[in-house]
T-cell receptor
Framework: EADIYQTPRYLVIGTGKKITLECSQT?????MYWYQQDPGMELHLIHYSYGVNSTEKGDLSSESTVSRIRTEHFPLTLESARPSHTSQYLCASSDPSRTNNYGYTFGSGTRLTVV | GNSVTQMEGPVTLSEEAFLTINCTYTATGYPSLFWYVQYPGEGLQLLLK?????DKGSNKGFEATYRKETTSFHLEKGSVQVSDSAVYFCALASGNTPLVFGKGTRLSVIA
């Protein structure tokens, strides 16, 4: 049973549009993460947050931005979508005191296609 | 820095064959190790874990043993099924930094 929710599951939009991918979790986890997954399957960390009002850029440079105003909500925004943004986006969360024992919980992902 | 190297795929096996997916790591200190599985169209699910040397994680017939001497955490299953077709990720947790994932190995099991 998913405790972390991503919407929408699938999205097709035109170039230049602004979009927000939603991620919410009901577990009270302080840590949240966004990954971009390329067709070759590799995961690239693009943003993460260790709590409210805390955001960091990940290993992969991304034109997206994130915000963390509430513990349970970690939306990702693309101001102007381009075909190069076509990818699967995965959100995850973890309890800071339990990450090393229990890892992350992942959402089901949003598959974004920019045409 | 920390890193995870897992065997490249794709791996194609017949049903009931033995599976091994190799994973080795580089880390300072004493990391925790994980295997995640991603079924088509889904996010990642934790398959098994081990938090200290010589621990064996197991779930759904899959096993992996944390070998500190060889810095390895190979995934094994004695008899794979078609339903095991998925992408498998090895991952490492150490300190307060984000998890480090391998590049993933795609497994296809044919009947």
């Amino acid at each position: 049973e998913a405790d972390i929710y991503q919407t929408p599951r699938y999205l097709v939009i035109g170039t230049g549009k602004k979009i927000t991918l939603e991620c919410s979790q009901t577990m009270g986890h302080d840590k949240m993460y966004w990954y971009q997954q390329d067709p070759g399957m590799e995961l690239h960390l693009i943003h993460y947050s260790y709590g409210v009002n805390s955001t960091e850029k990940g290993d992969l440079s991304s034109e997206s931005t994130v915000s963390r105003i509430r513990t349970e909500h970690f939306p990702l925004t693309l101001e102007s979508a381009r075909p190069s943004h076509t990818s699967q986006y995965l959100c995850a969360s973890s309890d800071p005191s339990r990450t090393n024992n229990y890892g992350y919980t992942f959402g089901s992902g949003t598959r974004l296609t920019v045409v | 820095g920390n890193s995870v190297t897992q065997m490249e795929g794709p791996v194609t096996l017949s049903e009931e064959a033995f599976l091994t997916i190799n994973c080795t790591y580089t880390a300072t200190g004493y990391p925790s190790l994980f295997w995640y599985v991603q079924y088509p169209g889904e996010g990642l699910q934790l398959l098994l874990k081990a938090t200290k040397a010589d621990d064996k994680g197991s779930n759904k017939g899959f096993e992996a043993t944390y070998r500190k001497e060889t810095t390895s955490f190979h995934l094994e299953k004695g008899s794979v099924q078609v339903s095991d077709s998925a992408v498998y990720f090895c991952a490492l947790a150490s300190g307060n930094t984000p998890l480090v994932f391998g590049k993933g190995t795609r497994l296809s099991v044919i009947a």
